[in-house]
T-cell receptor, first 110, second 115 residues
C-alpha cells in the first residue's frame, strides 16, 4: 500500500525566513498532489494542487515542487510570518480518495 | 466557506452505545466523505458517497456505516461504539468529478470520546 511521509512532526523557523516542508511517498505514482493547511481545532483548508507534469506551482508566498522521480514534493513558504503557524498536510490522489500524510506542524517565531 | 456543518461537535459516550454523526452541506456538492484523524495516522477515509444513496467503503470502514438520503446530508453511524473509535471525525465535500483535481472542503470536525 502507499506510504506518505512528511519530513518531521514539527518545524520551528524565524520570522522572515523560508520554511521548507517535505512530503515523500512510496509504492505509488500519483498524477496529482495537494497541500492543505490545518489550524488547531479546525478542518483542513486547501492550499495548492500540482500535477505530475508540473515541476513547480506558485501562489503568493507559497511554492510547491513535485519530483516524480524522487517521489517527493517540497512546500515552501517564503517570508514566513507568525500567522503561517499551522499544520500542513500533503495528500496524494488515489482512485476515489485522497491519501493524507500525518502533517508537519510549523511554528514561525517572531 | 463551503457551508459544511457537523453535529455534534463534541460527544462523550460509553462503549457499546450507538452514535450518529451528521454532516450537512449547503453547496450542492455531489461527493461527500467521512474521515477520522488520529495522532500518527493522519486523515483516513472511512466511507464516501458519490450521490444520493450511493456510498462506498474507505480504508477504515469496519464498525461504521453511512447513509445519504439527501444531497445535503451524510450520516456516519457507529452501531456499537468502541474505545478504538475515539477520534476526531471530519466530513468533507467535493464538487468536481475528478478526485485528482478537486479540492476537498472540510467541516470543523466532531470530537468523539468513547469511554
Amino acid at each position: 500500500s502507499q506510504k506518505i511521509e512528511q519530513n518531521s512532526e514539527a518545524l520551528n523557523i524565524q520570522e522572515g525566513k523560508t520554511a521548507t516542508l517535505t512530503c515523500n511517498y512510496t509504492n505509488y505514482s500519483p498524477a496529482y498532489l495537494q497541500w492543505y493547511r490545518q489550524d488547531p481545532g479546525r478542518g483542513p483548508v486547501f492550499l495548492l494542487l500540482i500535477r505530475e507534469n508540473e515541476k513547480e506551482k506558485r501562489k503568493e508566498r507559497l511554492k510547491v515542487t513535485f519530483d516524480t522521480t524522487l517521489k517527493q514534493s517540497l512546500f515552501h513558504i517564503t517570508a514566513s510570518q507568525p500567522a503561517d503557524s499551522a499544520t500542513y498536510l500533503c495528500a496524494l490522489a488515489g482512485a476515489n480518495n485522497l491519501f493524507f500524510g500525518t502533517g508537519t506542524r510549523l511554528t514561525v517565531i517572531p | 466557506d463551503a457551508g459544511i456543518t457537523q453535529s455534534p461537535r463534541h460527544k462523550v459516550t460509553e462503549t457499546g452505545t450507538p452514535v450518529t454523526l451528521r454532516c450537512h452541506q449547503t453547496e450542492n456538492h455531489r461527493y461527500m466523505y467521512w474521515y477520522r484523524q488520529d495522532p500518527g495516522h493522519g486523515l483516513r477515509l472511512i466511507h464516501y458517497s458519490y450521490g444520493v444513496k450511493d456510498t462506498d467503503k474507505g480504508e477504515v470502514s469496519d464498525g461504521y456505516s453511512v447513509s445519504r438520503s439527501k444531497t445535503e446530508d451524510f450520516l456516519l453511524t457507529l452501531e456499537s461504539a468502541t474505545s478504538s473509535q475515539t477520534s476526531v471525525y471530519f466530513c468533507a465535500t467535493r464538487q468536481g468529478r475528478e478526485v485528482n483535481t478537486g479540492e476537498l472542503f472540510f467541516g470543523e470536525g466532531s470530537r468523539l470520546t468513547v469511554l
